[in-house]
Nanobody
Framework: QVQLVESGGGLVQPGGSLRLSCAAS????????IGWFRQAPGKKREGVSC????????YYADSMEGRFTISRDNAKNTVYLQMNSLKPEDTAVYYC??????????????????WGQGTQVTVSS
């Protein structure tokens, strides 16, 4: 059974940093494309970043480019999202997902996607 568990969310002031973790069981993250999505109240879920299987190529949505960094620790079977220079508009529930499509120009998912339970990120003074 595949399980993804996110952690690391919380309340941070604008300009601050957080590191989200996505730990997996029942799935080897190294062999799967993994993505981070987020959903703010009243808005659609949007793709944030992804890391491909194998060579670990990465993608970032335009508004996250230069502020967020996705990485993978194969030994811990965990994917991280380092978020710096956070803005109030980054406030959302962040979800990691496996079995996604991670491409140089974007990320997406189909019917076989696995989701974590989500972790709340709130950026506020």
């Amino acid at each position: 059974q595949v399980q993804l568990v996110e952690s690391g969310g919380g309340l941070v002031q604008p300009g601050g940093s957080l590191r989200l973790s996505c730990a997996a069981s029942g799935l080897t993250l190294e062999y799967n494309a993994i993505g981070w999505f987020r959903q703010a109240p009243g808005k659609k879920r949007e793709g944030v970043s992804c890391i491909s299987s194998g060579d670990g190529s990465t993608y970032y949505a335009d508004s996250m480019e230069g502020r967020f960094t996705i990485s993978r620790d194969n030994a811990k079977n965990t994917v991280y999202l380092q978020m710096n220079s956070l803005k109030p508009e980054d406030t959302a529930v962040y979800y990691c997902a496996a079995e996604i499509l991670c491409m140089p120009y974007g990320l997406g998912y189909g019917e076989f996607v696995y989701w974590g339970q989500g972790t709340q990120v709130t950026v506020s003074s």
